[in-house]
């Protein structure tokens, strides 16, 4: 293929609406107005959306399952979390990597 051929971004995108598709179907996500979200994608940058790091792990896995299936990788090295939570009204953020290892998602 040249550069600029069409069809590689189309290409992209559709595998991506898989990965999109089968993260919707978990169970999981915030509600906001009378929609549940788990995931925002634009581009290739994805958010996963979690009540708590453990729905936030299972979407990750759901997510890492369907790429491998479609013979793509996640770059590890461009992967960040963060976790935003309240406590005593104030938000304390953590800001850090997901390493994968033996299918386990794990904190750097």
Do not use: C
């Amino acid at each position: 293929m040249k550069q600029g051929d069409p069809l590689p971004p189309i290409l992209f995108n559709l595998a991506l609406q898989k990965v999109i598709q089968s993260i919707k179907m978990v169970p999981s996500g915030i509600k906001i107005g009378k929609e549940q979200m788990n995931i925002l994608a634009y581009g290739d940058d994805i958010a996963l959306i979690g009540k708590n790091e453990r729905e936030i792990r299972k979407l990750f896995v759901e997510m890492e399952n369907t790429v491998r299936k479609l013979r793509q990788k996640i770059n590890h090295e461009k992967t960040k979390y963060m976790i935003v939570e309240r406590k005593n009204s104030l938000k304390e953020n953590k800001i850090g990597h997901w390493k994968i290892k033996n299918y386990k998602l794990e904190r750097v």
